[in-house]
């Protein structure tokens, strides 16, 4: 089960460059049910290590908390799958930022969607999703705006 809430940003933190991050690119196979394909790449501040998962991921229904399955693809399975996605393939930069007990995702995602930048925040449960209190360089709430989700901004026009 994920559980999550997404807001937009006012702020960017300014030591950015002080995160590990990930660069992902992701594509969707279909939006309804969501079956997504994304590889990621996670580079390390600690030290010179990266590494490159590749996930095709099956999500549920729902805005705040839905059910999330992932499976781990070898790089051949990626590179075929995401020929086949339909829609806008998304690349988006997602620093990990500690806050609490926390890990916010911020991502800052590139052309034709840029300049958003959203940050998420998962939760064990609904009653802790509901209880956080963001840091105060976040901006409106839009885990409720179901435009937000990659999977619609996949099929976005431009």
Known sequence: MEIERKFLIKDLPADMDSYDHIIMEQGYLT????????????VYRSGPKEEIDYVLTYKGKGLMAREEYNLPLTREAYDSLIKKTEGNIISKKRLLIPFEKYMIELDIFKEPFAPLILAEVEFDSLEEADSFIPPKWFSEEVTNDPSYHNSSMSKRVF
């Open 31 to 42: 939006t309804d049910p969501v079956v997504r394909v994304r590889s990621e790449k996670r």
